[in-house]
C-alpha cells in the first residue's frame, strides 16, 4: 500500500475510527521496535532504529491527543502520515511501518 494510498483511507475516516486507527497503529509499532532488541537479554542491537520507533510513537500518540481535543491546529493527515514515513525511511525501518499500518487498517474492523 502506498503512502498516498493510506493517507487517502485514512482521511476518510470519521474521528472515532481515525482514534482507532492510530490506536492499533501505536500498539503495533511496540511490537516492531521489539525488533532492535537482542534477544533474552536487555540490550538493544539497533538504538538508532529503537530511538525512531519511539518518535513515530511520539507522533503517533500526540495525534491521538489532538484528534480526542478536537484541536484544529493538528497535524494534516498527509503531513502526519509523510513525517512517519520519512522517520522510517531514515531508519531503514519502512517495511515495519507499513505493516503496521497494513495491519492497523485490516484490523479496523466494520
Known amino acids: 500500500m502506498t503512502i498516498n494510498e493510506l493517507i487517502g483511507i485514512f482521511s ?9 486507527f492510530l490506536s492499533l497503529l501505536a ?7 521489539r ?6 537479554s536487555i540490550q538493544i542491537k539497533e538504538p ?5 520507533f519511539n518518535e513515530m510513537q511520539h507522533q503517533i500518540t500526540a495525534q491521538l491527543i489532538h484528534i480526542l481535543e478536537d484541536d484544529p491546529l ?3 493527515d498527509e503531513v502526519l502520515f509523510n513525517l512517519l514515513d520519512d522517520i522510517a525511511r531514515q531508519a ?3 517495511k515495519s511501518l507499513d505493516n503496521a499500518m497494513v495491519w492497523a487498517i485490516k484490523n479496523l474492523g466494520a
Open 74 to 76: 493538528r497535524y494534516p
Open 35 to 40: 525488533e532492535t532488541y537482542i534477544a533474552d
Open 92 to 94: 531503514e525501518c519502512i
Open 48 to 52: 538508532s532504529k529503537l530511538r525512531a
Open 12 to 20: 476518510n475516516l470519521s474521528s472515532k475510527r481515525k482514534i482507532l
Open 27 to 33: 500498539h503495533n509499532m511496540t511490537i516492531s521496535a
